[in-house]
């Protein structure tokens, strides 16, 4: 099971690093706009974990996370840090998410 997901996070890796080398992002004007994107950002992936973002937003927040070298590193760190709580405080949950994805794995091999 390890070495499936040491796979995909290789290649999660490499996309990444495929992104990065697309090409640099203009800089923002202002802080207080970051920090307006971030805060929107934020709403949107809460939005998409809890399955109620509307579907015509969906493609945004697609593009939005292949366009923004910093608006997928938000996300991943988001991501991160909400499987590290989902993790320590409703294991039961996490092992079922863990479940899913044993279950998407054993499709792809």
Not at 86 to 94: D, G, L, P
């Amino acid at each position: 099971m390890f070495e499936k997901i040491d796979k995909l996070q290789s290649e999660v890796d490499d996309l990444l690093d495929l992104c990065a080398d697309a090409g640099g992002v203009a800089d923002l004007e202002a802080f207080a706009l970051e920090d307006q994107k971030q805060q929107r950002l934020g709403t949107m992936i809460l939005q998409m974990q809890d399955g109620v973002l509307e579907r015509r937003y969906v493609h945004r927040f697609e593009q939005w996370l292949l366009c923004d070298r910093r608006a997928l590193r938000y996300y991943i760190d988001f991501q991160q840090l909400s499987a590290a709580l989902y993790c320590h405080y409703n294991k039961s949950r996490f092992t079922r998410m863990l479940d899913r994805i044993k279950g998407a794995l054993s499709v792809l091999s």
